[in-house]
């Protein structure tokens, strides 16, 4: 005889808006292009980067909840993962998680724009339930 075992839990609803921000990684990865260029152009690339992504939480409305950069362990163009830079975020909505990674569709940098130079893509989710401080 069979032991019947209890149904699992079903899984958890998708988080709502109501359920508060989405928490966003924006992964961030230097093209191809920027290692061709000069050393001037990547200079004015560098300088256009700071400011573009500077005061997201005043700018958007995002909260930051930390940054990682892997320059020093990642060499070279970063076209998928693993990507050069990320941004760990609580983001308000979808509409806001796409203005953000349109900094890099929007900004200027010399006679292009920076998406020539940087990717971005932002992965969204909820917080993990565990690995907690």
Known sequence: MTTAHPA??????????ADGPLRTLFCIGVTPD?????DATRATVAAAIGPAFDRLGERFGVRVLGTLDDDQLM??????APWT????????DLAT????????????VGD?????????????GRPLFFGTV
């Open 34 to 38: 920027f290692f061709a260029a000069d």
């Open 112 to 124: 292009g724009r920076l998406f020539r130079y940087l990717r971005i893509e932002a992965r969204v």
């Open 75 to 80: 060499v070279g163009a970063a076209t998928a």
């Open 8 to 17: 699992p839990d079903p899984a958890p609803a998708p988080a709502s808006p």
């Open 97 to 108: 998680a796409s203005r953000v990674c349109g900094i890099v569709r929007d900004t200027p």
């Open 85 to 92: 830079s990320y941004i760990l975020a609580d983001v308000p």
